[in-house]
Structure formats: structure tokens, C-alpha cells
């Protein structure tokens, strides 16, 4: 059995920053470094009928670009339709969102691979059950985490109470990626640099505005995004 020292998990300040987007990014990285990747996305609410199976765009997204082959399900082991919140989204499917089972479902894809890229769901703080979120289950790991900052306004209030909570739990926060996503937004420079000044870790790149590529909902990856993006500044690659 691996330990869980080579897997990252993508959180961001907010539903809709990017996080699939820098996820994939990651996930190429590592595949560009001869590394086994296997993606999980643990809960994913917003989904459709594909194939006659219920199945997340951002799911598939992460699935399409792994190099392991992996079934839907090894990806995305609790999925539901609405686009709601993944606790009231399983309340409502009268799911329980099992602990144990997902940690049996990273350590799968973690004994196949050399690396997992784990994406969260909406903000880091979001309920996974009436008693434990996201942020509890990931604090559990103690995995590196990166922070998806989108940069519009009030991301400096957003991003400094994540960045506040993972230190009061004091996980290891790899680092942290901006990306645009508000093409009018104000102070763009000024922002980053507040968040420069609070947030002890690597920037590991800030993403300008590229359309509607830089939004995780749009279910779109840009390929440019890799220019902007630097993540041999990562404590975890190897030099």
C-alpha cells in the first residue's frame, strides 16, 4: 500500500474559479513528467445522462486526460444531477456520503498510480455530511492542498479566510494558482499582491482572462493556461 504523500488536492475560494481547469493542468503536468496520474473526483453534483449512466463534465474531463485507464465510477464515486450543494444534492438522492468509502476509493487509484489529483467540490469549506466537509475529510489526509484563488471581486475576502482555516488546521498548502475570471474586474494587481503579502506558499501562476475557457462550469479546458502556470514550484515534483 502507497502513502499519501503524492497526492494533491485542488480546492478553490468559490464554486466557478477554475478548479477542473487547473486540475487538468496538473494532471498533464505530471503525465509530461512521466508520472502514472489518476484523477478523483470524490462528489460531483450537475451532471447528465451519458450512455444511459449518470456521469459529470468534470469528471470526464480529468478521466479523458489520465493515463491510467479507470472506470467512470473509479473517478467520480458519488455523483448526482442537480447542481446544488453535494450534501443536500445526496440528502435529496437519500445518499449518505460514506468516509471510509471514499478513502477506499483514493487508495485504489493510489496503488495504480504514482500520482492522484484530488478536486474538490465548490469552495473548501463546502458539507459533505451534516458533520463533516470537504475541508475536514481533506485536513483527515493531510494532504498538500492547492488553492484556486478567481480573481474578481471579493476574492480577497474569500481567499484569506480558506487560506485563515487550512492554517488553523494546519494543512501543508502547496501552493496557490489566480485565475481571471471576471474580465472587468478592478485592481487586478492590486489584489494579487494583497494575496502575495497574506498567503505564505508559492504563486504558482496567475491566469489572465481567457474567454470562458477559465470557468470550471463551462466544462472547457484551455490549453493555453499551461504558459501561465509554473509547477516545478511545487514542494512534491521532483528535481
Known sequence: ???????????????????????????????????RVAPLKPVASGSAIRDGVLQNDDALILMHAANIALEYSAI??????????????AAKSQVQIDIHYLNQCHQRLA????????????????PLTKALSMADWVAQ??????????LRLGCINHARLTYLDMMAKKMPLAGWVVNTIDADVLESEAIIADLLHFIKAPLLGVVPWLGNGNKAEEAVFTPDMRQYLDFSLLPCVRR
Open 1 to 35: 500500500m502507497k502513502t499519501l504523500n503524492n497526492t494533491l488536492f485542488v480546492t478553490g475560494t468559490d464554486t466557478g474559479v477554475g478548479k477542473t481547469c487547473i486540475s487538468r493542468a496538473l494532471v498533464d503536468y505530471f503525465v509530461s513528467q512521466g508520472e
Open 141 to 150: 489526509q493531510q494532504w498538500p492542498v492547492i488553492l484556486v484563488v478567481g
Open 111 to 126: 496503488d495504480k498510480a504514482d500520482r492522484v489529483i484530488v478536486e474538490g467540490a465548490g469552495g473548501w469549506q463546502v
Open 76 to 89: 467520480n464515486p458519488y455523483v448526482f444531477k442537480e447542481p446544488i450543494a453535494p450534501h443536500i444534492a
